[in-house]
Structure formats: structure tokens, C-alpha cells
Nanobody
């Protein structure tokens, strides 16, 4: 079973930057995909970015060019660098990890608030 712990959320002004980190622990031999999702109040959880162990990435259109996902496979960590933040990026951000054919693991979430 994989446990995920996120860190790095907080309050930032529009145009600012934040870096989220996710650390996986537990009985892990490999993690095929790690990613970030977010959920704003009153909205469904949505994909932000994912990255496979081979380095392939997928981004939501709304964050392309502003957010960058990275991974360290040997450490089972994933990061999300968020630049040029907008008020509409305000949400709880969740780390996600899974192997193909298995149920995903989720972190507890970290709040990101973009406001002046």
C-alpha cells in the first residue's frame, strides 16, 4: 500500500509562484504514473498534470506553459512547479500515484490560494 504526503501549498499573490512536493512511501517497487489533481470549491476534481516513470507528461490546457511536473523515480517523489499563478488556480491540490491495473493512491491534499 502506498501513502502519499503533499507539501508546499499556501497563499500567493496573482503572478506568483509555488512549488508542491509529493513523497510516496510504503511497499513500493515502482510507480508507473504520478500526478497532480485539484478541486476548487463547488467543482469536480480535475487533472492538472501527470508524468510516467518514463518521463511522458500530460497537462491540463489551463496550466500549459505555467506549470511543470517533475519526478525522481529513485526517491518516489513528484513536484509541481507553478508559475504565473491566477486566482482561478485556487484549489486543494492532490497528489496521485498508481501502477497500471491497480487502484490509485491519493494524498490528503494541500491548499493553494491565489489572492491579492
Amino acid at each position: 500500500q502506498v501513502q502519499l504526503v503533499e507539501s508546499g501549498g499556501g497563499l500567493v499573490q496573482p503572478g506568483g509562484s509555488l512549488r508542491l512536493s509529493c513523497a510516496a512511501s510504503g511497499s513500493i517497487s515502482k510507480i508507473d504514473v504520478m500526478g497532480w489533481y485539484r478541486q476548487a470549491p463547488g467543482k469536480q476534481r480535475e487533472l492538472v498534470a501527470t508524468m510516467t516513470s518514463g518521463g511522458s507528461t500530460n497537462y491540463a490546457d489551463s496550466v500549459k506553459g505555467r506549470f511543470t511536473i517533475s519526478r525522481e523515480n529513485a526517491k518516489n517523489t513528484a513536484n509541481l512547479q507553478m508559475n504565473s499563478l491566477k486566482p482561478e488556480d485556487t484549489a486543494v491540490y492532490y497528489c496521485n500515484a498508481f501502477n497500471w491495473g491497480s487502484a490509485p493512491a491519493w494524498g490528503q491534499g494541500t491548499q493553494v490560494t491565489v489572492s491579492s
